[in-house]
């Protein structure tokens, strides 16, 4: 089972960029699946993006489609993503979460996943 270590998170102006990371232990990172959530306070942790195994296929929320992208760079054990064009309504803490799985296997549901990283605060100001 790997680890989850979240960073890159802060406070941007709206309309800025961030870039978050997600580093895992492990050798066996590429053959997880692996998703990032948010959780703003007083809701319900949310579905942002995910991405398979091999890079293959990405999904992503419709609320950041266009403007987040998900990658990862297996060699590296890291899971990356790009927030571009940052609203206030993005502030949140953001987690990366993984599951073992291959092949084009992915799923919105955080019940799903069952490795959680501690999370990472971003703040988007007006």
């Known amino acids: 089972q790997v680890q989850l270590v979240e960073s890159g998170g802060g406070l941007v102006q709206a309309g800025g960029s961030l870039r978050l990371s997600c580093a895992a232990s492990?050798?066996?990172?590429?053959?997880?699946?692996m998703a990032w959530f948010r959780q703003a306070p007083g809701k319900e942790r949310e579905f942002v993006g995910q991405i398979n195994w091999s890079s293959g296929f990405r999904y992503y929320a419709d609320s950041v489609k266009g403007r987040f992208t998900i990658s990862r760079d297996n060699a590296k054990n890291t899971v990356y993503l790009q927030m571009n064009s940052l609203k206030v309504e993005d502030t949140a803490v953001y987690y990366c979460?993984?599951?073992?799985?291959?092949?084009?296997?992915?799923?919105?549901?955080?019940?799903?996943?069952?490795?959680w990283g501690q999370g990472t605060q971003v703040t988007v100001s007006s």
């Open positions: 979460a993984a599951r073992p799985a291959t092949g084009q296997a992915m799923n919105p549901m955080p019940s799903w996943y069952d490795t």
């Open positions: 492990g050798r066996t990172f590429s053959r997880y699946a």
